[in-house]
């Protein structure tokens, strides 16, 4: 018997990425914290496509912090997950959603359980950033194969 993404995880739906043009998958999912291992399915399969799984756990983190942050500080209803192969070696990773607010990187206090997101992004990836949009904002991350 051959087994199926969907054969493993019956309860979760059949992930179908969209194709952009580019060489990238993208899904547009609801803004809550259980698009988070939708989003990092959707990462694995692309970078197993291209033959980066070398990736996928740096991926994966920033792709899983990205979904939180916007999850914790827009009322966005949907956020749109991307990871776009920029080269043989290079990935983004973005996370888009309706918010206006740019993302502030801050110091996390020694005690606090949380607000360390941005910190690893920023320790993981290459280079990240954010772009505004009328309509919200476009947070992204590059990784890069050794």
């Known amino acids: 018997m051959v087994s199926t993404a969907s054969d493993r995880h019956p309860t979760q739906p059949h992930l179908e990425p969209a194709p952009t043009g580019h060489p990238a998958y993208t899904e547009t999912l609801p803004c809550t914290p259980e698009s988070a291992?939708?989003?990092?399915?959707?990462?694995?399969?692309?970078?197993?496509?291209?033959?980066?799984?070398?990736?996928?756990?740096?991926?994966?983190?920033?792709?899983?912090?990205?979904?939180?942050?916007?999850?914790?500080?827009?009322r966005s209803p949907l956020i749109r997950v991307s990871v776009t192969r920029l080269d043989g070696t290079r990935v983004e990773i973005a996370v888009t959603d309706r918010s206006r607010a740019l993302p502030v990187r801050k110091p996390a206090a020694p005690d606090a359980l949380d607000g360390r997101g941005l910190l690893l992004v920023d320790a993981v990836a290459d280079r990240w950033g954010a772009d505004p949009k009328r309509w919200g904002k476009r947070v992204w991350a590059e990784v890069r194969a050794a």
């Open 37 to 74: 291992p939708t989003a990092r399915r959707l990462i694995r399969q692309a970078l197993g496509a291209w033959a980066l799984d070398a990736l996928a756990d740096d991926a994966c983190l920033i792709a899983n912090e990205m979904v939180a942050n916007a999850c914790r500080h827009t």
